[in-house]
C-alpha cells in the first residue's frame, strides 16, 4: 500500500522540471498556483524558454544540471520520450539514492528500457509516470498551472520500487490536483495505444489528406464542429508525437490493425448497403460511449471503486401521493438475455435504466447483438438466436449485479468462445461457487479467484450435460443459472428448490416459446431449444416499491399509490409481511401484463406490531429484509426473523450491516446466525455505513421518517444500480433527503 506523506513534507522538496515545454512548465506553474512552500527549479537546453520561465515567475532559479542536481530532492523529467536517455546520461553521475524521480512521458516501456540501459537496472528511487493531459499548444508560454486537475496520472513503479518515492510522487501530482492510479507499464502502453495515440494519429492523417486536395480551403471553411473537435488534436507538437509512434510502436501498429479491420467491416456494409451491419456498429458504439462515460465518471480508471456519495436523511417527513417506481430489475435483466438469445425482434417496455441493467445491454452489444435503446424505458433487441453471439473483445463487465453474474455464468457456459466476467470491486468480494459447482457438474470449465470469487473465466466448447439438482438453497438466481445452462445441454435439466423463489425466468422462457415445465417444487427444460422474440411490458419493481410501502406504513397521517407494480406470488413476501404485520395495505386495479400480475398498490399509515415471520415468507421477500427491518424498529414489541442466513451473502452482510446501523441509531436488537429480533420503540439519529450496498442505504433512508435525529448515511453511490430516481421520487413524496459528494 502507497505511503501516505503530509502537504507540509511535500512543502521541504525542491522540485527539479528538465525540461520547459508544456508539460514540464504546467507542473512548475501549477506548484506555483497552490501555494507549493518548496523551491521549483529549471534545466532546458533553450536558454529563452528558462528566461521566459524566470519572467513568468513559474521557476526559482535555473543552472546546468550539474548544479541543480545536487539541490533537488525530487526530479520531473519532462522531455520527448526519446531524449529522455540522453537527460538520464548526464544524471547518472550525480544520481543518489534519497532523490525522487519521475517522468511524464506517454510510452512507458521505452522510457524504462532508456533507463535500464544507463543503469543496468531500474533504481527503486525511479517512479515512471504519465499524466494524462494536455493540449494541442506547446512550449514554456503554453503553460497552464490548472492544467492536471481532475484529470489522471498512471503511475507505473516497478516491484521493488521505494514506497517512500511512490508515495512523494503520489503527493506531488495530488498536489496539482489530479487523480493517481497504478497501472503495469505493458498494460499502460496497450490501453494508451487506442485511446491516445491512435485518435492522434488519425487526426494527423485526416487533416494531412484533406490538405492535400484542391477543395482544401472549402473542406476546412466549411468544416462542422464534429470535424473540428476531432481534428484539435492534429495541432499537436510534431516532433512529440513523432518519438511516441516510434516509442510506442508495436502497440501502436496493434490498434492500427483493430482499427484497420473495423473501417473495413464498415466499407463492406455501406458498400452492400447492409443495414443491420451499420446499425449495429453505430448504436454499439454510441451507446458504449455514454456507457462508459457514465461509467468512468462514478469510478476510477482502472479499480472500478465507486464515488463517495453521503446521503443526508433529515428527520421528519410525510409520505403523500402516487408514483409508479422504475422497472423490476430482475425482469430487466432477464429480457435482454433472452431476447438477445432469441430469434427476430424483442421490444421491451419499462426497462429499468439503471447501471447493473445497462452493464448487462452493454455486455451484450460487446457480443455483437444489436441494440436499440433505452429510449424512456423502451429497448429493441434484434436477435442472434440461440447460437449467434460472438466472442468479446476482452472481459465483460457486469458492475454491481450479482444477478447478472450468476446468469451470465449458466448461459456463457454453453457458447463456442471462451469468455471473462468480471464486476466492480464489491462484486469481486462476493462467492459465486453457488452457481459454479453445478456448472461444474455439467461439463463447464470455469475458472475463478479464491473462495470461487470473480472474476470468472469460463471456456468455451464445452459439451454440457443435463443436470438432476437439489438447491442446498433457495435462490433464483442459482436456478436460472442451471436452467439457462441446460438450454445448452444433452437431455432434459430438473431443477429442485427447497423453497419456492421468484419465477421471472421460467414464465419469461415459456413467453419466448422456450417449454420449461413446472411441477411442484421442480422446474425442467430440455437441451436444444429455440425461442422467438415478442413484446415485454416490464412491469414496475417490487423490490423497488418496498421502500415507499415500508415509509407510508409507518409515518402518521401517509397515503400512498404505487402504480403497475409487478404483484407476482413468488416476489410477494413483503406484502405479506407487512400485512401480517397490520400494514394498512391493499391491492388494487389487479391485471396481467405480458404474463405476469401488476397491479397498484394502495397503501395508508397504520400502527405496526411485532411478529414472527413464516419462514415460507423468507425467499419470497429476501431482497426487501433491510427496510422491513426498518418496519420492525417501528412496531410494538418485537418481530423475529429466522432461516435467512442468505442475507450474508447478499452486495454486504445484510444481517450485520443493518445491525450495525441499527445500533447508531439505538434500536434495540439481537443478532443470529439466520436472522434477528427486534424491538420496536423510538430511535435517534447518527452516522451509519451503507458499506456500498444499494438497498442499506435507501432502508436508512426511510429510517429518518420516524427518527429524532437526521441520519447521514455513507457509501450510497451503488443506489443508482438499481434505482437511479430514488431521490427524486422520494422527495416527490415529501421525503427529506439529500445526497453529498465528498
Given at each position: 500500500m502507497t505511503a501516505f506523506v503530509p502537504a507540509s513534507a511535500l512543502d521541504r522538496e525542491t522540485v527539479l522540471v528538465i525540461g520547459l515545454g508544456l508539460m514540464g512548465a504546467s507542473v512548475a506553474a501549477g506548484l506555483k498556483a497552490v501555494g507549493f512552500g518548496g523551491r521549483v527549479l529549471a534545466s532546458d537546453r533553450r536558454e529563452a524558454d528558462i528566461q521566459t520561465g524566470l519572467s513568468m515567475g513559474i521557476i526559482d532559479g535555473s543552472g546546468?544540471?550539474?548544479?541543480?542536481?545536487?539541490?533537488?530532492?525530487?526530479?520531473?523529467?519532462?522531455?520527448?520520450?526519446?531524449?529522455?536517455?540522453?537527460?538520464?546520461?548526464?544524471?547518472?553521475?550525480?544520481?543518489?539514492?534519497?532523490?525522487?524521480?519521475?517522468?511524464?512521458?506517454?510510452?512507458?516501456?521505452?522510457?524504462?528500457?532508456?533507463?535500464?540501459?544507463?543503469?543496468?537496472?531500474?533504481?527503486?528511487?525511479?517512479?515512471?509516470?504519465?499524466?494524462?493531459?494536455?493540449?494541442?499548444?506547446?512550449?514554456?508560454?503554453?503553460?497552464?498551472?490548472?492544467?492536471?486537475?481532475?484529470?489522471?496520472?498512471?503511475?507505473?513503479?516497478?516491484?521493488?520500487?521505494?514506497?517512500?518515492?511512490?508515495?512523494?510522487?503520489?503527493?506531488?501530482?495530488?498536489?496539482?490536483?489530479?487523480?493517481?492510479?497504478?497501472?503495469?507499464?505493458?498494460?499502460?502502453?496497450?490501453?494508451?495505444?487506442?485511446?491516445?495515440?491512435?485518435?492522434?494519429?488519425?487526426a494527423f492523417s485526416l487533416v494531412d489528406t484533406l490538405a492535400r486536395q484542391d477543395e482544401r480551403l472549402d473542406i476546412f471553411r466549411y468544416a462542422a464542429g464534429g470535424f473540428r473537435d476531432f481534428t484539435r488534436i492534429a495541432g499537436s507538437d510534431p516532433v512529440m508525437w513523432r518519438d511516441v509512434f516510434r516509442a510506442n510502436k508495436t502497440a501502436v501498429l496493434g490498434a492500427l490493425d483493430e482499427f484497420e479491420q473495423g473501417v473495413s467491416r464498415l466499407r463492406q456494409a455501406i458498400e452492400a448497403d447492409d443495414d443491420d451491419a451499420m446499425l449495429g456498429a453505430f448504436s454499439r458504439a454510441s451507446h458504449a460511449r455514454h456507457y462508459f462515460e457514465t461509467l468512468l465518471n462514478q469510478a476510477s480508471y482502472q479499480s472500478m471503486e465507486q464515488r463517495n456519495i453521503t446521503y443526508r436523511a433529515s428527520a421528519g417527513g410525510h409520505v403523500q401521493g402516487r408514483i409508479r417506481v422504475p422497472g423490476d430489475k430482475s425482469m430487466s435483466h432477464r429480457s435482454i438475455m433472452l431476447g438477445a438469445l432469441?430469434?427476430?425482434?424483442?421490444?421491451?417496455d419499462g426497462f429499468l435504466e439503471g447501471e447493473d441493467s445497462l452493464a448487462t445491454l452493454q455486455a451484450f452489444r460487446e457480443m455483437g447483438v444489436v441494440i436499440e435503446g433505452p429510449h424512456d424505458g423502451r429497448v429493441v433487441i434484434h436477435g442472434v438466436g440461440m447460437h449467434g453471439l460472438q466472442a468479446p473483445a476482452g472481459a465483460l463487465y457486469v458492475g454491481n449485479s450479482g444477478t447478472a453474474m450468476r446468469l451470465f455464468a449458466g448461459l456463457l457456459a454453453g457458447q463456442a468462445f471462451d469468455t471473462e466476467l468480471t464486476g466492480d470491486a464489491s462484486l469481486t468480494r462476493r462467492p459465486m461457487g453457488r452457481v459454479v459447482d453445478p456448472l461444474r457438474l455439467m461439463g463447464a470449465h470455469i475458472e475463478a479467484s479464491e473462495g470461487d470469487r470473480p472474476p470468472l473465466r469460463i471456456k468455451g466448447g464445452q459439451v454440457l450435460q443435463r443436470l438432476d439438482y437439489d438447491l442446498p438453497m433457495a435462490s433464483a438466481q442459482v436456478k436460472s443459472c442451471i436452467l439457462l445452462a441446460g438450454m445448452y445441454a444433452e437431455g432434459e435439466t430438473r431443477v429442485r428448490e427447497p423453497a419456492p423463489t421468484r419465477d421471472h425466468t421460467e414464465r419469461m422462457l415459456n413467453g419466448f416459446g422456450y417449454p420449461v415445465e413446472r411441477s411442484g417444487n421442480e422446474a425442467r427444460l430440455a437441451g436444444g431449444g429455440r425461442m422467438t422474440g415478442g413484446p415485454i411490458d416490464v412491469p414496475a419493481d417490487i423490490s423497488s416499491a418496498a421502500f415507499f410501502l415500508v415509509a407510508a406504513s409507518i409515518t402518521p397521517g401517509a397515503d400512498l399509490v404505487l402504480e403497475h407494480v409487478g404483484v407476482n406470488?413468488?416476489?410477494?413476501?413483503?406484502?405479506?409481511?407487512?400485512?401480517?404485520?397490520?400494514?394498512?395495505?391493499?391491492?388494487?386495479?389487479?391485471?396481467?401484463?405480458?404474463?405476469?400480475?401488476?397491479?397498484?398498490?394502495?397503501?395508508?399509515?397504520?400502527?405496526?406490531?411485532?411478529?414472527?415471520?413464516?419462514?415460507?415468507?423468507?425467499?419470497?421477500?429476501?431482497?426487501?429484509?433491510?427496510?422491513?427491518?426498518?418496519?420492525?424498529?417501528?412496531?410494538?414489541?418485537?418481530?423475529?426473523?429466522?432461516?435467512?442466513?442468505?442475507?450474508?451473502?447478499?452486495?454486504?452482510?445484510?444481517?450485520?450491516?443493518?445491525?450495525?446501523?441499527?445500533?447508531?441509531?439505538?434500536?434495540?436488537?439481537t443478532v443470529l446466525e439466520d436472522g434477528i429480533d427486534i424491538v420496536g420503540g423510538q430511535y435517534g439519529g447518527g452516522t451509519v455505513d451503507s458499506l456500498g450496498d444499494h438497498r442499506i442505504a435507501m432502508a436508512f433512508s426511510v429510517a429518518a421518517l420516524c427518527a429524532s435525529e437526521a441520519i447521514t448515511i455513507q457509501d450510497c453511490a451503488n443506489v443508482a444500480t438499481s434505482f437511479p430516481d430514488f431521490l427524486s421520487l422520494s422527495a416527490s413524496i415529501g421525503m427529506r433527503v439529500q445526497a453529498e459528494e465528498a
Open positions: 546546468p544540471l550539474d548544479e541543480l542536481i545536487p539541490q533537488a530532492t525530487l526530479v520531473v523529467i519532462a522531455v520527448p520520450v526519446l531524449a529522455i536517455e540522453s537527460v538520464l546520461e548526464a544524471m547518472a553521475p550525480l544520481w543518489r539514492d534519497d532523490l525522487v524521480v519521475t517522468d511524464v512521458g506517454s510510452t512507458k516501456q521505452a522510457v524504462r528500457q532508456s533507463v535500464a540501459r544507463v543503469f543496468g537496472y531500474i533504481p527503486p528511487n525511479m517512479i515512471l509516470g504519465h499524466p494524462i493531459a494536455g493540449s494541442e499548444r506547446s512550449g514554456v508560454t503554453a503553460a497552464q498551472a490548472g492544467l492536471f486537475e481532475r484529470h489522471k496520472v498512471i503511475v507505473t513503479p516497478e516491484a521493488d520500487s521505494c514506497r517512500s518515492a511512490l508515495a512523494r510522487v503520489h503527493a506531488l501530482w495530488q498536489r496539482l490536483g489530479a487523480d493517481v492510479l497504478e497501472m503495469g507499464v505493458e498494460r499502460h502502453d496497450d490501453v494508451l495505444a487506442r485511446t491516445s495515440h491512435l485518435p492522434h494519429l488519425l432469441a430469434d427476430g425482434v424483442t421490444e421491451v406470488p413468488t416476489r410477494t413476501g413483503v406484502i405479506a409481511i407487512l400485512q401480517a404485520m397490520g400494514a394498512d395495505l391493499r391491492l388494487e386495479n389487479e391485471r396481467e401484463v405480458g404474463g405476469e400480475p401488476v397491479a397498484d398498490i394502495h397503501v395508508r399509515y397504520a400502527p405496526l406490531k411485532g411478529v414472527d415471520i413464516d419462514p415460507n415468507q423468507v425467499p419470497l421477500a429476501i431482497d426487501e429484509f433491510p427496510v422491513l427491518f426498518i418496519a420492525a424498529a417501528n412496531a410494538e414489541g418485537k418481530t423475529r426473523l429466522r432461516g435467512a442466513e442468505e442475507l450474508r451473502v447478499k452486495e454486504s452482510d445484510r444481517i450485520q450491516a443493518m445491525a450495525d446501523g441499527m445500533a447508531v441509531l439505538g434500536i434495540e436488537h
